[in-house]
């Protein structure tokens, strides 16, 4: 799996280094522009429409490049949603904070630590982390990323009054948004907090209608071993062992070094 087995500085190293191989072709890209156009201009006599097919070479040149600039950031996610290793995550997005120039990306990597952080179990400090960050209000995924890691943290906390203030929040945030795929995100979060606060309160019926609902759009690791733990602390509840030794085994094999591990390691050892 893609980051499995490679220390933070290796990945950083790797990443650095194909960032700066994607910029350099596009500052290339660039500068071959720009000569093309003022040799066009001024010793060929070109015009308008040549300027204007020039720069829709560039767009066509350059894109490419920049969406797969962004890809390979994101695809930085799959070391915490694939191979559920949030320690590893937390150092690589430490690393990176201080290699991007543009404010956005630096933003960015700083929610993504502070996500890091929380999937540690270092809750406190991962609240912490989110009073600094400054994002703005039209920034949709930013704004969302941030009150859902809040809300898990004040519910893991205990703290269900703040949890439930932040889940307001998010429901009026939500109300304003426009774009129809950030719309259905919003939703699922908020169906996300509503399963959160059943588990903290062990409404368990609730939860299991939640998790059979939300469960059809699982794709990553995480979410099913997140989603296996919940549900094992539903059976003991309830009084069905088998399914929950059977689910906790899940979540010790590929939970890799997310915090529930030794959660489900001590359920499995009073189990015994």
């Known amino acids: 799996m893609k980051y499995q087995g490679k220390t933070p500085e290796e990945i950083v190293r790797s990443y650095c280094r194909g960032l700066r191989i994607k910029q350099g072709l596009i500052l290339l890209i660039f500068a071959v522009y720009l000569v093309s156009i003022f040799h066009g201009i001024w010793s060929l006599g070109s015009g308008l429409p040549t300027v204007l097919l020039a720069m829709t070479l560039l767009v066509a040149l350059t894109l490419p ?26 150092a690589v997005c430490r690393l990176l904070r201080g290699t991007h120039q543009r404010q956005r990306n630096r933003l960015a990597t700083a929610i993504n630590e502070a996500v ?57 945030y939500a109300g304003i948004i426009r774009k129809p795929a950030l719309q259905k995100r919003g939703a699922q979060l908020l169906k996300v907090m509503d399963m959160g606060f059943a588990f903290q309160t062990g409404d368990y019926e609730t939860l299991r209608r939640l998790e059979e609902e939300l469960s059809a759009s699982y794709s990553a690791r995480i979410q099913k071993v997140t989603s296996a733990f919940r549900l094992a602390r539903a059976d003991l509840a309830q009084g069905e062992t088998r399914n929950a ?13 997310l915090y529930i591990v030794e959660e489900a390691r001590e359920l499995l050892a009073e189990l015994e």
């Not at 490049?65 to 949030?86: H, K, R, T, Y």
């Not at 995924?141 to 890691?149: C, K, Y």
């Not at 030794?245 to 070094?257: F, K, S």
């Open 245 to 257: 030794r059977a689910r906790l085994e899940m979540v010790v094999e590929q939970g890799g070094t």
């Open 65 to 90: 490049l920049n969406v797969w600039i962004s890809w390979d950031f994101l695809s930085l996610n799959l070391i915490l949603n694939q191979n559920c290793d949030p320690v590893t995550y937390t």
């Open 116 to 172: 890091g952080v929380e999937w540690c179990g270092r809750f406190s400090e991962a609240l912490t982390m989110t009073d600094s960050l400054s994002v703005s209000e039209k920034d949709v995924s930013g704004q969302l990323l941030v009150r859902n890691l809040r809300f898990n943290c004040f519910a893991r906390l205990g703290d269900l009054e703040s949890a439930r203030r932040v889940r307001e929040e998010m429901e009026r």
